[in-house]
């Protein structure tokens, strides 16, 4: 054989290989994708999120800490204007995200703070109200984690107040229409 014939045969090897990987790869991607679901976006906290919130600030007041819900539901819009925050508009970056990329956006997180004796706000980490020797924040965060909730300090990003149940569901699952269960 000729090294042009052999030229062309392994081309030819080589184009059929492609074309047959390119098959398999789109067909592999269709099975992996989800079909969009046409649901409703959550107008509120999820049922479940929302019960467990009460737990939070029931649990924390019995440890002597007074904690405030200072952020739960949010709509994509306001999601957007938070994100404009320290970009196009005045103020401090507060989030990483657009609207429809948070789990606000979906029912499915709080975000807290402490509240003083004389009812101020405040996002002291260090703080010990009840002057067991451990920050109430943090045991907060326990009280949090104990009823099954992701904190956000644990992130790369820290957002210290944050607090979701994510129910296994990615963002990506999220937009694409899946919802967690109304009960656990």
């Given amino acids: 054989m000729s090294a042009s014939k052999r030229r ?32 409703p976006h959550p107008t509120k906290l999820h049922p479940v999120v929302e019960k467990d919130k009460d737990e939070l600030i029931k649990r924390a007041k019995a440890r002597g800490i007074s904690i405030v819900i200072t952020d739960g539901f949010r709509t994509f819009d306001e999601q957007d204007k938070l994100y404009a925050k320290g970009r196009s508009d005045k103020g401090d970056i507060v989030t990483t995200v657009r609207g429809g990329e948070s789990y606000h956006n979906y029912g499915l ?11 101020d706000v405040v996002w002291d980490m260090q703080r010990d109200s009840n002057r067991n020797g451990k920050a109430d924040w943090m045991e907060v965060v326990a009280i949090a984690k104990d009823l099954g909730f992701s904190w956000g300090g644990d992130w790369e990003f820290k957002d210290y107040p944050h607090l979701q149940k994510d129910f296994g569901l990615s963002i990506e699952n999220l937009k694409n229409g899946e919802r967690p269960p109304e009960q656990e």
């Fill in 8 to 39: 062309s045969t392994v081309n030819s090897w080589i184009l059929f290989l492609l074309v047959v990987g390119a098959c398999l790869f789109i067909y592999y991607q269709s099975e992996n994708v989800k079909e969009k679901k046409n649901v």
């Fill in 109 to 119: 997180a709080i975000d807290f703070a402490l509240k003083t004796a004389n009812g």
